[in-house]
C-alpha cells in the first residue's frame, strides 16, 4: 500500500499537510510497522539549505500514475514546465516543490535529508528505511498499490508437500553445507524475517528482476518477492505458502 512518508527532523513539512484540506491530511500512524532495526540511518545528517518543502513522488513504474491521480483527487494538481525535467510545482501549495524520483530513491533521499515527504509503497519504506526512527510514517494506507512480499516455493519435487514456512524449516535438506538459498530483491527484510523465523541454514542471492524464474534455473530453491495477483507465480509454478508473508504493502 502506498503512502506517505517525512522526516522527522524537518517539523515544518508539518504545515504544509495542515493546510490541505483533503482527505490526505496528515495523522501521526503508528510507526511499528516500520520500525524493524536501524542499521545506517542518515537523516538529517545535513540541515535543508533551501527554503521549500521537497516532496518526492514516484518518477515512472506501477505507483506514479496513482499517485498522481490521487493528488489530483485532492484537488492537488502537480504541474511539470518541461516533462523532460524531474521537478515540478503543486500550485495550491506555494512553497512546495516536487522532484520526480524512482521510489528506493525517495526513501534513500528522505534519509540523507535531500527530500522532507515522500510518496512510496511500506515494502520500500521497511527495506530502505530499516526501522530508521527519523523517517515518520504520515499516512499508512493511500488505497493504491496494494501487494504483499511473499516467501514462494515450488509447487512440484521435495516440496510438492510443503505448504507452511514451518514445514519449509522442518525439511531434513537444509544443511551448513547446503542450506536453502532464497533469490530476492530484498536483502534486508529477507534475512531478518528468516531468521525470525528460525532458519538456521539460509543463504540468499539477488537480481533486479524476474525472480521466478530462479528455482527453475537452479539458481535457488525459493524466491522472496512482491506479489499482488499471483499470475506470475502460478505461471512460473511457484506457490506462496502459510506463515510466509513479511509484510502486506
Ligand atoms: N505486483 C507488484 N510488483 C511490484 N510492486 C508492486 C506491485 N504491486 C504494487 N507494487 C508497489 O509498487 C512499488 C514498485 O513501484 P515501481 O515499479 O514504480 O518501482 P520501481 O522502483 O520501478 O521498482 P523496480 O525497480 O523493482 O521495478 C512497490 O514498492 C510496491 O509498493
Ligand atoms: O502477482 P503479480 O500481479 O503477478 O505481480 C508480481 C510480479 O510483479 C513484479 O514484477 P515486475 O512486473 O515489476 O517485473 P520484474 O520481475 O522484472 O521486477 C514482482 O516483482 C513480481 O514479479
Known amino acids: 500500500m502506498a503512502m506517505w512518508i ?62 498522481l491521480d490521487l493528488l489530483k483527487d485532492c484537488q492537488l494538481s502537480v504541474k511539470q514546465v518541461n516533462p523532460r525535467q524531474y521537478v515540478a510545482e503543486i500550485p495550491q ?48 494506507a493511500l488505497e493504491y498499490g496494494d501487494c504483499h512480499l511473499s516467501i514462494a516455493i515450488p509447487k512440484y519435487g521435495i516440496f510438492e508437500n510443503v505448504n507452511s514456512l514451518k514445514e519449509l524449516a522442518q525439511m531434513p535438506q537444509w544443511t551448513e553445507e547446503k542450506p536453502l538459498r532464497i533469490a530476492t530483491g530484498f536483502t534486508y527484510l529477507g534475512p531478518k524475517f528468516m531468521k525470525d523465523n528460525g532458519f538456521k541454514h539460509v543463504t540468499f542471492s539477488t537480481a533486479e528482476g524476474a525472480l521466478e524464474a530462479a528455482p527453475a534455473m537452479g539458481i535457488a530453491d525459493a524466491i522472496l518477492d512482491l506479489v499482488s495477483s499471483g499470475t506470475t507465480l502460478r505461471e512460473n509454478n511457484l506457490k506462496e505458502i502459510e506463515g510466509g508473508v513479511v509484510l502486506e504493502s
Open 6 to 67: 517525512m522526516t522527522r527532523l524537518y517539523p515544518s513539512a508539518m504545515s504544509v499537510h495542515s493546510s490541505v484540506k483533503s482527505p490526505i491530511l496528515c495523522q501521526y500512524a503508528s510507526q511499528s510497522q516500520s520500525q524493524v532495526a536501524v542499521v545506517n540511518g542518515k537523516a538529517g545528517s545535513r540541515v535543508s539549505e533551501w527554503n521549500e518543502i521537497r516532496l518526492g513522488l514516484p518518477s515512472k513504474g506501477r505507483m506514479s500514475a496513482d499517485t
Open 93 to 140: 501549495i506555494p512553497n512546495l516543490e516536487v522532484w520526480f524520483q524512482r521510489p528506493k530513491d525517495i526513501l534513500r533521499k528522505l534519509l540523507s535529508g535531500d527530500l522532507d515527504l515522500g510518496i512510496v509503497g511500506l515494502d520500500t519504506v521497511s527495506e530502505y528505511g530499516q526501522g530508521n526512527e527519523d523517517l515518520i510514517i504520515v499516512h499508512d
